[in-house]
């Protein structure tokens, strides 16, 4: 079910940590928009999982997990330690910025260019 995107960011606004469990997902724009107002994200950790690869970068920018214990475990490790959450909640909001828009046009604009599909910029 799809809720209006004003409840979704409002909601966004009150958590923490998102949590991704999907197995197979090959981005995960809902991560990325929990990160954007500083959720610490936890996701899958698997070879197929666009979170896990792409987006929180094999841990540099969030927690990955196998099972439901590792899950458990991070999260409890987040609620429990402000410096350890407060850490991964910044690096969140910084991480987010690399998805946004601008990025993202400049960085296909530039890919496209080496790739010779278009005149240099």
């Known amino acids: 079910m799809d809720i209006p995107d004003s409840l979704k960011w409002y909601l966004l606004t009150q958590v923490m940590i998102i949590v991704h469990s999907k197995v197979f997902e090959p981005f995960g724009i809902a991560v990325v928009e929990g990160m954007f107002l500083g959720a610490v994200s936890v996701v899958y950790k698997g070879f197929l999982s666009g979170p896990w690869i792409d987006i929180v970068d094999r841990g540099k920018y969030g927690f990955g997990f196998r099972d439901e214990v590792e899950l458990s475990n991070i999260i ?3 609620l429990n330690d402000y410096n350890l959450w ?9 991480r987010s910025d690399y998805f ?5 046009k400049r960085n296909l604009i530039e890919l496209l260019a ?3 599909v278009i005149g240099n910029v």
């Open 100 to 104: 946004s828009y601008i990025n993202f």
């Open 114 to 116: 080496k790739r010779g």
């Open 86 to 94: 407060s850490n991964f909640s910044k690096k969140a909001v910084l």
């Open 76 to 78: 409890e490790n987040l």
